[in-house]
């Protein structure tokens, strides 16, 4: 479809009297489970409303175009154009290392996914998820061709292995529903007219001024671009400061560069932030850790940053991180650990000899040893009882100053955006204009790492493209 057809509006004179007046496991799982599919059943065209309608989606992400699909399989006759200024889908290419993590298997109760939400998790406990979620949302991939298998931490991926898969499905969905994509351009300026419809101006590359089209129904799915923030803002709603979430740390103490490549299964990672005006129990989490050549990183450290992305914002991303590098072991247990070790081994050397049941490399074990002022040529038979307690401590309660944030590789997260309050969540309508809506981040929603942030982007659309398709039919 071009921008040609008549439900667009070129006359600039037109716009400025408009304007004037109105501001499956390893491919074998996900068959077996429960479906609810993402319906298509075809709306008898006699309840159509009329063909000429239009629906302009602002971002080709995976909100937009999963919304845009849902839409145009609920009307066939609505005409769906989705506008992108990059490359559409290009988050999907590189999430997940570029294998694309879908969705979660392991929380299928509603609650408990809302859960993974720093941002949303009071929301989204109602019906959002029960209206399409992670089963939804693997049951719709999986009958489009794409099989998916859950790996043992949940995160689900295509079997591939390749985030190339789910951009190829959803791109042959969008083309053989009709559904128009046109990259390139930006919708810079949305006002509603007395008609009820809304005026935007779209700016191309290649052209200093922009055009202007009437859409009957817009879809703001533009991500955490200052794009979807502006036009939001234009249309009456407020924003929430959008501040970077899931990021890594960066840690001062120059010691760790030669400790990069480390990785803790696990570990009870705390995050301290001096004048933090609240307690957030989430600032505790236990999981693996990674030492790199500027910090830490690994899910416990990213599920830390999302949690603490308000309060590590206002305190200039810095903070005091408590790390118990044996979670499993108590206090009063490890000094015995260590006692026996001692008395077994006396006569060797502490860089050499270290109890095996802490599960950590030598080069961790040295630098433990020089956080105590312990030089790794001692004997064992030298070491005070003192000094055993005070390792013994150390690695249960091992403090390191944050300094800032590092960005997760390309992936980057925001939390913040249009709130929440402000939108009909059973609809993803906003509660200020009517036929606008909105899904994806550009809400003040934000998820942990493993699959959740995909899926607030298919919910969101599946439900707002569900909520406009209907009301385009007449439903």
């Known amino acids: 479809m071009s921008f040609t057809l008549a439900r667009f509006v070129l006359l600039h004179s037109r716009v400025c009297s408009e304007a004037a007046t109105t501001t499956k496991n390893n491919?074998?799982?996900?068959?077996?489970?429960?479906?609810?599919?993402?319906?298509?059943?075809?709306?008898?065209?006699?309840?159509?409303?009329?063909s000429e309608e239009l629906l302009v989606?602002?971002?080709?992400?995976?909100?937009?175009?999963?919304?845009a699909i849902r839409a145009k399989t609920l009307a066939p006759n609505l005409n769906v154009v989705v506008i992108e200024k990059g490359k559409p889908l290009s988050k999907v290419k590189i999430s997940g290392g570029g294998r694309c993590n879908v969705t979660n298997g392991h929380c299928v109760d509603?609650?408990?996914?809302?859960?993974?939400?720093?941002?949303?998790?009071k929301e989204l406990r109602g019906a959002f998820f029960n209206v399409h979620g992670p089963v939804d949302t693997m049951s719709w991939f999986s009958e489009h061709g794409v099989r998916l298998k859950i790996e043992d931490d949940g995160r689900v991926f295509p079997v591939s292995n390749s985030s190339s898969t789910i951009i190829d499905c959803l791109m042959s969905e969008s083309t053989h529903l009709g559904v128009s994509l046109q990259t390139g351009k930006a919708v810079i300026t949305a006002s509603p007219t007395a008609g009820g419809k809304f005026l935007l101006g779209i700016e191309k590359r290649t052209f200093?001024?922009?055009?202007?089209?009437?859409?009957?129904?817009?879809?703001?799915?533009?991500?955490?671009?200052?794009?979807?923030?502006?036009?939001?803002?234009?249309?009456?709603?407020?924003?929430?400061?959008?501040?970077?979430?899931?990021?890594?740390?960066?840690?001062?103490?120059?010691?760790?560069?030669?400790?990069?490549?480390?990785?803790?299964?696990?570990?009870?990672?705390?995050?301290?932030?001096?004048?933090?005006?609240r307690n957030i129990p989430q600032l505790t989490q236990v999981g693996p850790?990674?030492?790199?050549?500027?910090?830490?990183s690994g899910p416990a450290i990213l599920r830390l940053s999302a949690w603490g992305a308000c309060v590590l914002s206002s305190s200039g991303y810095k903070g005091t991180l408590i790390v118990d590098f044996t979670p499993d072991v108590h206090?009063?247990?490890?000094?015995?650990?260590?006692?026996?070790?001692?008395?077994?081994?006396?006569?060797?050397?502490?860089s050499n000899s270290y109890p095996s049941e802490f599960g950590l490399v030598k080069r961790f074990w040295i630098y433990?040893?020089?956080?105590?002022?312990?030089?790794?040529?001692?004997?064992?038979?030298?070491?005070s009882k003192n000094s055993l307690i005070s390792l013994a401590h150390m690695l249960k309660h091992c403090n390191f100053y944050v300094t800032g944030k590092s960005q997760y590789k390309d992936e980057f997260v925001t939390a913040g955006g249009v709130p929440l309050s402000e939108i009909s969540m059973n609809m993803m309508e906003s509660k200020i204009q009517s036929h606008l809506f909105f899904a994806g981040e550009v809400l003040n929603v934000d998820g942990i790492t493993g699959g959740f942030n995909f899926q607030n982007?298919?919910?969101?659309?599946?439900?707002?493209?569900?909520?406009?398709?209907?009301?385009?039919?007449?439903?």
Do not use: C
Request: glycine share 12%; no cysteine.
């Open 27 to 50: 491919g074998g799982l996900i068959s077996t489970l429960k479906k609810r599919k993402f319906t298509s059943t075809a709306i008898p065209r006699a309840q159509n409303k009329t």
């Open 57 to 67: 989606v602002v971002g080709g992400g995976a909100a937009g175009v999963y919304g």
């Open 110 to 121: 509603n609650k408990m996914l809302a859960e993974n939400y720093p941002r949303g998790h």
């Open 208 to 277: 200093s001024s922009p055009e202007y089209v009437e859409a009957d129904y817009l879809l703001i799915a533009s991500g955490n671009s200052k794009q979807g923030y502006s036009l939001a803002s234009q249309l009456g709603h407020s924003i929430v400061d959008p501040v970077p979430s899931l990021f890594t740390f960066k840690i001062e103490d120059p010691r760790l560069a030669d400790l990069s490549g480390i990785t803790f299964p696990k570990v009870k990672a705390t995050l301290k932030i001096e004048n933090a005006r």
């Open 289 to 296: 850790v990674l030492v790199t050549h500027w910090g830490f």
């Open 331 to 350: 206090i009063e247990d490890l000094k015995s650990i260590l006692t026996q070790h001692k008395n077994r081994f006396a006569k060797q050397k502490l």
């Open 368 to 383: 433990i040893l020089g956080r105590q002022g312990l030089l790794g040529d001692t004997l064992w038979a030298s070491i």
């Open 457 to 475: 982007a298919w919910s969101g659309g599946y439900i707002a493209g569900t909520s406009i398709g209907k009301r385009a039919v007449g439903a």
